[in-house]
């Protein structure tokens, strides 16, 4: 869907309404240059373009695919492909949702393909209108204003990302367990957000030569130098990740720990319990048999205590005498 497309000479737009590619590629001719803007274009939408504009239908077809990694692509005829990767953080979700710019960048003609969310250009478009001084330098000043917009847009990314971590952080290093998913998520999220930012370094060191013989040079090294800092802050959240997850598992391993130590106890007293009970159940199940020497020898009260009481407390004596030593020893 083609979201706007202008002409542009003299450092003006010639014209306010709608334009056909048609038109669009006819206009090109006439010098200055053309900015064609399309959101999610279909394949039909995309072959007319390439016809009417003479772009080379590998970069066609590699502004139909998502990317990975930013690029930057030169075909015949002096016509650039850049590839830009977009991020917006989603506060409901507390995700990053990633897009994609497509530039082709020609000497009278520059066109974007946006797909995916995080790639509004209305922005960068109003902004660039504003300056007819930068806009006399051509194409480039349009890469350019799309270059300085989605750089700009990874900052508020970079302060949700180091919101969502130091919650994390606080809660680890508080002594308490973070859900080891939450941290692993956000370290798979730091880690897209860096393949989308760390390789657009090379490409803005690509487009700052190309730049040179031009007055847009400054603005060129003014979005690489904001690069630079996202990429670092970046990079550090990364790093710091990695440390909360080996925290967080090793405040998970104390934990269970705690919970092995506390089962051993537990164990061990109802050791000492069956233990106890054991030679008592053995005295009174052999003293509670009817046979004859015990029904005709045991009458009085004190046969009973000696052999029936005395049976009892002889076996607690000895286990209490040798728990007490097994303790002792186990303590040295």
Known sequence: ??????????????????????????????????WLGLFDPTAEELAQVSKNFGLHELAVEDA???????????????????????ARYDDEREEVDFGEVSVFVGPSFVITVRQGVASE??????????????????????????LDQVVDTYGPVVAELERDIEEVERTVFAGTVAP?????????????FYRAVHPLLAVLATLERGARSTGLLPYFRDVHDHLVLVNEEVAAQRDLLATVLEA???????????????QNATIEQLTILATVFLPLTFVT???????????DHVGAFWDFAVLGLGG??????????????QRALRDQ
């Not at 930013?70 to 016509?79: A, L, T």
């Not at 009892?312 to 030593?325: D, E």
């Open 285 to 295: 199940g052999f003293f509670g048999q009817n046979f004859g020497w015990l029904v």
């Open 121 to 146: 250009l209305h922005g960068a478009r109003t902004r660039l209108e504003q300056r007819p001084e930068l806009l006399e330098n051509g194409t480039n000043s349009v890469l350019w204003a799309i």
């Open 1 to 34: 869907m083609i979201i706007d497309c202008a002409y542009y000479r003299d450092g003006r737009r010639q014209h306010v309404g709608a334009m056909s590619v048609e038109d669009a590629a006819s206009h090109c001719r006439l010098g200055g240059f053309v």
């Open 180 to 192: 080891t998913e939450r941290i692993y998520f956000l370290r798979r999220e730091v880690t897209d």
């Open 312 to 325: 009892l407390l002889v076996p607690c004596v000895i286990l209490f005498i040798w728990i007490r030593r």
């Open 248 to 262: 967080n598992m090793a405040v998970i391993s104390v934990e269970q720990t705690k919970v092995s130590v506390q």
């Open 64 to 86: 139909q695919t998502f990317h990975l990694r930013p690029k930057v692509e030169p075909y015949e005829g002096d016509i650039r492909l850049v590839i830009l990767r977009t």
